[in-house]
């Protein structure tokens, strides 16, 4: 448990630092390197539970903290509401995060016997 | 093999996510890009008092420049150095409206297809085929070589492009604004030729008014005699915009008397869309005799579009030789209408026609050749290239003869071939507009001003000026051409090179005047001069009504003051509906008792009567009887001339001036029968059919509302929508007024800057409000935070400081842009 619980936050924080530089995929690098380098028993789940997270609590302090009903705009846009848009957010990110460490993790397995 | 399944699964995710899809004619963001909280859409939301860096580093600059933003957001620019002015410029307007002036540019070049995909039906396609064929592009380069010819003027260009490109420069995709992200595209760099289109597009909305065809047509049905009375020129003289009669002492322009001859045939063509003639404006200036505070005061309010993100952004721009405030246009350098520590200038459109059409003959099938003067004349074959995001390249041949282009041909809504027409319009001629307003912008007095016009060629409009010292003036500027009688109503023969624009009313026969006697100068597009002016003017249409408003209250006022104005910009008199309505409720003649038998209809006809016999002709907010007119007039207006709209071929409805004169006159009774029924209707049938189906109108529209009551700015429903028309993006607003009022705001237009400005020898003090807000982003505060102001009648008080340090009462926040090598 403790090891997934690391292997969350490291995701999610890896995912932060590399969004400042590169493109909104860099989360699936930070996932993929969760899942190779701090294996733990929900490899998938580590992936979903850290990108989701980020990309949930970024979505909803910026939508406590902005005034322009942004959100609710897109969502109209979209024809959602405004927490679907939330969870849709939350759900893309987690996917991608989730199959990243998830194909990480798989690098870690099929290299274990030729390394040691 | 789990691996490789597993990768090539998130791989595929990831670019699935990575780009956008098309479902029909929407498209769907790029889902993973766009979401992402991080880098996405939802970066542009912003917190209500977000604040920029306090330095950023600019390139090109020479100097330190201060920007000082106010509560509105409104960039206080303090420069060093001229040129480090207009970069500043550039880079802080990319930095609130750079989505905005693209697509107004790309719009403008007829390039939206290659944003926007062909559209249903081919609609953006066939858009960008009409603005090519305008020859918008055309007009364009010719404006920029004209231009860059000039050092100021291309000093002043290039360096606010230079700013704008710097802003472009330092974008990541999480900086774009939301429409980029939404649409999923990328800005391209800023160019000299774009700051033309948006002049050009400028053109095109206020200059490029005619009704040619639908004369010509009118003419071989009706006859002259029929067309005078139906279209007569002018439509409505009263209180024209300068009235001097016996005053124009200069030796006018001699035309040879050669009545331009008339092509054969009616003219069976489907005319592209017209640009609603409401769009008008209203300024005036009172003389310091007039005022409270001995001072002048201008005031001027453009009609426009209520679009967001705004049309116009305001700034205060302030260097060397140059203390300069009021309205852009987001991507021309300079402020257009505003004021200095000096004077205050404001623009109304000049209705006026600057169009001309003249049918080709061809050689032959191959188009290479067409008639002149009795010689065959090459033509020149442009291709258009049209790129189409998600599908084909389309090309356009556009042929172009010494007249202009030709857009209307056998391949764009021509009938078979036989209607090549010619496009003549003025603002295809070079000209050099960016001089007159690098040069208003520091104008000192009265004469400055004159000679910033006389740079001035197109669109054609009404400037009014005040200074300080106290002169107030008005004059018509504009490249006009010299039109014999008729000239210009109809369509021309184009075989004769005598059927062209032989000369141009000298500029200083222009019409114009300085402190005249009354203590004041006004316009609001309406006819512009007395008749003993010596040139024919005609036009679509002239405004007959705002203007005898203003001009009342504006005689009737002493010791006018600021306050009178706001009064007066906001005023909802009707005088339209004052002038009809009693002429229609007379020819009702509304027997109640008959009604009170006939149910729920006789009872809501009776209510409705009641309401219009009652009411005041203010179209405000609360008034039932403003919608009650405007759904009987809106369906009466088009019964009467049904004649016009059912004919295959295109034809004009007269003004609706004229048409209540004749009403009121009898002149028109061979109209009064409708084509589509059996019977011979009488103006009586006309008026109590088109009343009934009015109210029935309105009880259909409180049904479905399940509101008891019609108000006016319910029915009317101002909508402030967005440029690219995404429904959430634009608001719904309670706002009273009508197109006829002096608050001439429809359901889409409307005053899109209210300005007043006294100008005191102790300072200016200058107010203002437009429809929106300084920033184009929907996620700020700022993108619509002056909305409610504008739709109640309030303003706010400009900042108008002369240093930077007198700027501390109204300061939000400062960013320095830095010359990019510091000096140690």
Not at chain 2, 106 to 113: D, E, F, N, T, V
Not at chain 2, 323 to 337: F, L, Y
Not at chain 2, 743 to 765: C, F, H, Q, Y
Not at chain 2, 803 to 814: H, K, N, S, T, V
């Amino acid at each position: 448990m403790k090891k997934f619980v690391i292997q969350v936050v490291v995701i999610a924080l890896l995912a932060y630092m590399l969004e400042l530089f590169l493109p909104w995929w860099s989360v699936a690098i930070a996932a993929v390197f969760g899942g190779l380098f701090l294996r733990s028993d929900a490899n998938f789940w580590a992936g979903f539970c850290g990108i989701g997270a980020l990309w949930f609590s970024a979505a909803v302090i910026i939508d406590l903290t902005s005034s322009g009903n942004l959100a609710e705009k897109v969502a109209a846009i979209m024809h959602i509401n405004e927490t679907l848009l939330i969870i849709v957010t939350t759900l893309i990110g987690a996917l991608v995060g989730g199959m990243a460490s998830y194909t990480g993790s798989l690098v870690t397995r099929k290299k274990a016997p030729t390394s040691g | 093999m789990k691996f490789f399944l597993s990768l090539f699964g998130t791989l595929a995710l990831i670019l699935f996510l990575d780009r956008s899809w098309t479902v029909g004619y929407t498209r769907i963001p790029p889902l993973g890009k766009f979401l992402d909280p991080l880098n996405g859409f939802w970066q542009n939301a912003e917190p209500r008092n977000h604040i920029g860096p306090e330095d950023l580093r600019v390139n090109g600059l020479k100097q330190r420049v201060i920007v000082q933003y106010d509560s509105l957001l409104i960039p206080h620019i303090f420069a060093a150095d001229e040129e480090d002015l207009y970069i500043a410029q550039g880079f802080v307007t990319a930095q609130h409206r750079l989505w905005q002036m693209e697509f107004q540019v790309m719009a403008a070049a007829g390039r939206l297809s290659s944003i926007l995909g062909p559209g249903p039906e081919n609609a953006f396609i066939e858009y960008d085929r009409r603005q090519r064929r305008l020859g918008l592009p055309f007009a364009a380069q010719n404006a920029a070589d004209m231009m860059v010819k000039d050092p100021v003027q291309k000093r002043m260009l290039e360096r606010y492009t230079d700013g704008i490109n710097r802003y472009i420069n330092s974008l990541r995709y999480k900086d774009l604004p939301l429409e980029y992200k939404l649409m999923d595209y990328e800005p391209e760099p800023w160019t000299v030729l774009k700051c033309g289109l948006l002049l050009k597009s400028m053109a095109q909305t206020l200059n490029m008014g005619d009704k040619d065809i639908e004369m010509t047509n009118a003419l071989k049905l009706f006859g002259k005699e029929m067309v005078d009375l139906l279209y007569p020129d002018p439509d409505c003289d009263i209180d024209p915009i300068v009235n001097n009669p016996g005053g124009w002492n200069f030796d006018a322009v001699n035309l040879a008397d050669v009545p331009p001859a008339l092509p054969e045939g009616l003219v069976g063509i489907d005319p592209m869309p017209k640009y609603d003639p409401d769009v008008g404006s209203n300024n005036w200036a009172v003389s310091g005799s007039r005022t409270a505070t001995g001072a002048p005061i201008l005031c001027n309010d453009p009609h426009l579009d209520t679009s967001l993100p705004s049309i116009w952004y305001a700034v205060h721009l302030n260097g060397p030789g140059v203390n300069v405030m009021g309205v852009s246009i987001p991507g021309a350098p300079g402020v257009i209408i505003g004021f200095n520590d000096s004077i205050a200038w404001g623009v109304t459109n000049a209705q006026r026609d600057l169009v001309d059409w003249y049918k080709i003959t061809y050689q032959n099938e191959r188009r290479e050749h067409y008639l002149l003067d009795g010689e065959w004349r090459p033509t020149e074959k442009k291709i258009e290239e049209i790129v189409v995001r998600g599908g084909a390249t389309v090309y356009d041949t556009v042929i172009y003869t010494h007249w202009g282009p030709v857009p209307y041909d056998r391949n764009f809504r021509g009938d078979e071939g036989l209607n090549d027409y010619a496009f003549r319009w003025i603002a295809h001629d070079p000209s050099k507009e960016a001089t007159t307003f690098y040069k208003l912008n520091r104008a000192k007095n009265y004469s400055d001003f004159m000679e910033a016009l006389d740079h001035y060629a197109s669109p054609a409009q009404n400037f009014v000026f005040a200074s300080v010292s106290g002169d107030i003036a008005i004059r018509i500027q504009g490249k006009f051409p010299a039109r014999r009688k008729d000239e210009g109503k109809f369509v021309l023969d184009g075989s004769k090179s005598s059927n062209g624009w032989t000369a141009f009313i000298p500029f200083e026969q222009n019409i114009m005047e300085k402190n005249p006697s009354r203590g004041f100068v006004s316009s609001a597009n309406q006819y512009p001069v007395d008749s003993t002016y010596p040139y024919f003017i005609t036009a679509t249409e002239f405004e007959a009504y705002r203007n005898r408003r203003i001009n009342n209250v504006l005689r009737r006022l002493n010791s006018v003051t600021v306050t009178d104005m706001m009064r007066l910009q906001n005023d909802n008199y009707n005088l339209h509906a004052a002038e009809t309505l009693p002429f229609l409720l007379n020819q009702l003649a509304i027997d109640t008792a008959a009604l009170r038998d006939e149910g729920p209809e006789g009872i809501a006809l009776i209510k409705a009567y009641h309401k219009l016999a009652t009411w005041d002709y203010f179209n405000d907010k609360d008034s039932e009887g403003a919608s009650y007119f405007q759904a009987w007039w809106d369906d009466f207006y088009p019964r009467l001339w049904d004649e016009m709209l059912s004919h295959p071929v295109s034809l004009a409805r007269p003004s609706e001036y004229n048409t209540v004169k004749l009403l009121k006159e009898n002149r028109i009774s061979m109209f009064y029968d409708v084509q589509s029924t059996e019977t011979r209707e009488s103006l009586r049938d006309l008026v109590r059919t088109s009343f009934a189906t009015s109210v029935a109108r309105i009880e259909k529209w409180k049904e479905d509302r399940e509101l008891k009551r019609v108000r006016w700015a319910d029915y009317k429903d101002t909508y402030v929508r967005h440029l690219a028309r995404i429904e959430a993006l634009g608001y719904h607003v309670q706002h009273g007024g009508v197109g006829n009022a002096v608050n001439a705001s429809d359901r889409l237009k409307g005053p899109s800057w209210r300005m007043i400005v006294s100008l005191e020898k102790t300072g200016i003090k200058a107010y203002g409000v437009y429809p929106g807000g300084q920033s184009g982003n929907p996620g700020s505060y700022h993108y619509s935070d002056m909305l409610e102001a504008w739709a109640n009648g309030r303003y706010y008080r400009l900042a108008f400081p002369k240093r930077p340090e007198e700027m501390q009462l109204y300061l939000f926040y400062e960013t320095d842009l830095n010359p990019r090598e510091k000096e140690n």
